[in-house]
Nanobody, 114 residues
Framework: QVQLVESGGGLAQPGGSLRLSCAAS????????MTWYRQAPGKQRELVAR???????NYSNSVKGRFTISRDNAKNTVYLQMNSLKLEDTAVYYC????????WGQGTQVTVSS
């Protein structure tokens, strides 16, 4: 069965960096695009970044130029490198796979605070 396990969240100062990881299993990872979403308190879940199976990335305007999505097909892992963090980046970050339905990880909390 599909499993997505996020890690790497935590507390960072404004301007700081964090690197999130999502370890995937239960499907042929290299065949699928993967997406990072986030949900801030009281807000809807929003797309942050997506990487296609070809490695082509796409970003939301709010993170473009600050975040980098990447993947390691040998490790079945997708990453989100977050630099120049802002207070408004505070959210729970989720890894997502679409394979006939949505699959979600449990999420990892990112808190940006001074």
């Amino acid at each position: 069965q599909v499993q997505l396990v996020e890690s790497g969240g935590g507390l960072a100062q404004p301007g700081g960096s964090l690197r999130l990881s999502c370890a995937a299993s239960g499907f042929t990872f290299s065949n699928y695009g993967m997406t990072w979403y986030r949900q801030a308190p009281g807000k809807q879940r929003e797309l942050v970044a997506r990487i296609e199976n070809t490695g082509t990335p796409n970003y939301s305007n709010s993170v473009k130029g600050r975040f980098t999505i990447s993947r390691d097909n040998a490790k079945n892992t997708v990453y989100l490198q977050m630099n120049s963090l802002k207070l408004e980046d505070t959210a729970v970050y989720y890894c997502n796979l679409w394979q006939y339905r949505d699959y979600w990880g449990q999420g990892t909390q990112v808190t940006v605070s001074s």
